[in-house]
């Protein structure tokens, strides 16, 4: 089984700030870690991903995050904030070899941009 | 989007009328799945597939069947719609090299 907590349930920031998002997991074997990305009224887009090598992985929008295995985290980082990055963030993972590779998400993350 | 198509994309329906929600792909991928998002929760899988015919409970199963009779459509029905399923389903597929999931628009569904 596995699990996945986002620390924090809002974030507001003001543009060009930078801005972390804070995600740990639990799991009983190895992970594959994502972070989703969710704008109003519409469907979840992969930011970014982590399934093997180097541990801090680039994304979409300037997005990036580390992978810390022996903190179990797997944050969400940005330097500088727009307006446009407001949206939900949903943390994941998926056991490897778990059965159907299933997703577990993090309950979001509100990142609010204000000018 | 991946080719992923829902329908329908909001519906109202009372109490313990039965509901099909559908999810069309169109490049062929093995793996479907079901999800509900709530506020608060995230989402959680419903049920899953890894093929036609072959299907698998998820998190929150009771209450949902799924049927998948050919690879590009799953179905999600509510055989008697309660007001705790009010919700915003999506569909999602995985890629067949890699864990990713890429997800549907979503169906916004009401139970009144």
């Known amino acids: 089984a596995q699990s996945v907590t986002q620390l924090d349930s809002q974030v507001p920031v003001f543009e060009e700030a930078p801005v972390e998002l804070r995600c740990n997991y639990s799991?009983?074997?190895?992970?594959?870690l994502f972070w989703y990305v969710q704008y109003p009224n519409q469907g979840l887009q992969l930011l970014l991903k982590?399934?093997?090598?180097?541990?801090l992985v680039k994304g979409i929008n300037g997005f990036e995050a580390e992978f810390n295995k022996s903190q179990t985290s797997f944050h969400l980082r940005k330097p500088s904030v727009h307006i446009s990055d407001t949206a939900e963030y949903f943390c994941?993972?998926?056991?490897?070899?778990?059965?159907?590779?299933?997703?577990?998400f993090g309950e979001g993350t509100q990142l609010t941009v204000n000018p | 989007d991946a080719g992923i198509t829902q329908s329908p994309r909001h519906k109202v329906t009372e109490t313990g009328t039965p509901v099909t929600l559908r999810c069309h792909q169109t490049?062929?991928?093995?793996?479907m799945y079901w999800y509900r998002q709530d506020p608060g929760h995230g989402l959680r899988l419903i049920h899953y597939?890894?093929?036609?015919?072959?299907?698998d409970k998820g998190e929150v199963s009771d209450g949902y069947s799924v049927s998948r009779s050919k690879t590009e459509d799953f179905l999600l029905t509510l055989e008697s719609a309660t007001s705790s399923q009010t919700s915003v389903y999506f569909c999602?597929?995985?890629?067949?090299?890699?864990?990713?999931?890429?997800f549907g628009p979503g169906t916004r569904l009401t139970v009144t």
């Open positions: 999602a597929i995985r890629l067949a090299d890699n864990y990713e999931q890429y």
């Open positions: 799991s009983s074997v190895s992970v594959y």
């Open positions: 982590y399934l093997s090598g180097s541990t």
């Open positions: 994941a993972v998926s056991g490897v070899g778990t059965s159907g590779s299933r997703l577990t």
């Open positions: 490049e062929n991928h093995r793996y």
């Open positions: 597939s890894y093929g036609v015919k072959d299907t």
